[in-house]
């Protein structure tokens, strides 16, 4: 064998080890890569594959298949559409389905948690604070108490400094909570709970549903305010409790208590007042202040709400009122609130779920203001623009609802009737103690909602010369 070919050939064998070498190191680094992740995720891996399968099952934008899906087909999870839309996918727009402008779903936040639908999932183990109580002690998780103090400390809508924070199974819970908090036991008349019209309806329905000896409800308000205002400050020992929800629902005004009285006390309903929904002007600084997950982060499913409480015997009060009612809040609740409101802390790149919020209520409202200023029949409430310490600029209105008035004074008297006959389902005014002539559209729902309202008013009001005629 010359001295050539030996070379040859040991550069060969050299070139063959070095590749085997390379082969090996990439195959362990490769090995090691895939038993750490192992390592990583081991009883989770099954729950966090079975969550991806569900939520890739396409419903063509017009609906979602959940893990828990009503429709099951084959042990599958089927889609559930969006109003006005059917088919095994959701690919069907039925065409003279009526736009659905009910009810306060707040679902037009289900976009930006599907753009991040990464950081904000969670995943709960099996054995997850299965106990009554968090550490043996309170039926609160204390990192979401302080996860929503800072949250109002960013946004600067709400003082919750020296203040108590109670939770609540939505804020409805805490409602009735605070009733019966601020009626005093054993008096000779019961208190008046009064809200200013128009009004959240469920203040009266839960109201006279749960009426104890120590309260009632009263619809006037206007009556209350005379009768108490004309008092003088010791000849009544009747305490009225006035609900003042501001932003208002239905007509986003932001209210402000009319009583003046001793004995006068205030619930202020403020689930509204985020800056999804109003220019955030001054953190609020009232007594009792509700606030609720439905309107901040749309998961109004998750009924989680809280009461941010001055005074500690009403605070003692509420508290005991929910350790019989419910025993606190559902700790899966709580969980999934305390992440979501992480998420929307600690985001630092991209749009934040204020301006997604704002910018998608703000652009639903002057859609639908630019049709209805064209008409002669309809009009909106009127709400100014004003500066929002949030954005640090003077922002346009973006309410929740457009409070409709049907102009024509005799024949329109049901404004709820000549908007079925356009196939629009709102709410009428007298659901609110107010007159017919009004009608509630939600500008909250999915944007297929929003889309068909807004096609249906154009409808409307194109043929409004002709409607005149008839
Ligand atoms: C004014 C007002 N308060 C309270 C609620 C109920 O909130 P939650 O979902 O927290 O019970 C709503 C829901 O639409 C509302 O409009």
């Not at 949250?151 to 003082?159: E, K, L, T």
């Not at 609540?168 to 019966?180: R, W």
């Not at 079925?420 to 909602?449: C, F, P, W």
Request: glycine share 6%.
């Amino acid at each position: 064998m010359g001295k050539a070919t030996r070379s040859l050939i040991i550069l060969i064998l050299l070139l063959i080890s070095v590749c085997s070498l390379t082969l090996n190191v990439l195959l362990i680094i490769f090995k090691r890569v895939r038993v750490f992740d192992d390592d990583e995720l081991s009883w989770s891996r099954r729950a966090a594959k079975e969550a991806e399968r569900v939520a890739a099952i396409s419903c063509s934008g017009h609906g979602r298949a959940y893990m828990d899906s009503s429709l099951v087909v084959d042990e599958q999870p089927v889609c559930e559409c969006n109003s006005c839309y059917a088919g095994s996918h959701c690919q069907k727009l039925l065409p003279s389905c009526p736009a659905n402008a009910d009810g306060g779903d707040p679902l037009f936040l289900e976009p930006f948690w599907m753009e991040n639908a990464g950081s904000s999932a969670i995943l709960v183990a099996g054995w997850h604070r299965m106990s009554y109580t968090f550490n043996q002690s309170s039926f609160m998780s204390k990192q979401l108490e302080a996860r929503i103090r800072q949250m109002h400390a960013i946004v600067g809508n709400a003082v919750t400094e020296g203040k108590y924070i109670i939770f609540g199974t939505g804020s409805s819970q805490l409602v009735n909570a605070a009733i019966h908090a601020l009626s005093p036991h054993n008096s000779s008349s019961p208190s008046i709970v009064v809200p200013l019209i128009p009004y959240y309806p469920l203040y009266k329905l839960q109201t006279e549903y749960f009426q104890e000896v120590d309260y009632k409800f009263e619809e006037d308000e206007s009556l209350w305010m005379n009768k108490m205002n004309s008092y003088s400050n010791d000849n009544t020992t009747t305490t009225l409790i006035e609900i003042v929800t501001s932003p208002n629902n239905p007509d986003g005004q932001l209210n402000r208590a009319r009583l003046q009285h001793p004995n006068a006390k205030a619930i202020y309903d403020r689930v509204y007042y985020w800056p999804h929904f109003t220019a955030i002007s001054a953190p609020a600084d009232d007594d009792i202040m509700l606030f609720s997950l439905s309107k901040l982060t749309g998961h109004a499913g998750s009924r989680l709400g809280w009461a941010v409480v001055k005074d500690e015997t009403v605070f003692t009060r509420m508290s005991g009122y929910m350790s019989l009612n419910t025993m606190g809040v559902s700790h899966e609740s709580q969980l999934r609130a305390l992440h979501l409101m992480k998420v929307i802390i600690e985001r630092k790149e991209g749009e934040t779920i204020f301006d997604f919020g704002y910018k998608t209520m703000r652009n639903r409202w002057e859609k639908l203001n630019d049709i209805i200023s064209l008409s002669k029949r309809f009009s909106l409430q009127k709400l100014e623009s004003q500066y929002c310490n949030f954005f640090n600029k003077i922002r346009g209105p973006s309410p929740a609802y457009a409070w409709l008035k049907c102009l024509r004074k005799e024949e329109e008297k049901d404004c709820s009737a000549v908007l079925t006959a356009a196939n629009i389902n709102g709410r009428r005014g007298s659901t609110y103690g107010d007159e017919d002539k009004y009608v509630r559209l939600s500008l909250v729902r999915t944007q297929d909602d929003f889309d068909n309202l807004l096609s249906r008013v154009k409808i409307l009001i194109s043929e409004e010369d002709s409607a005149k005629s008839i």
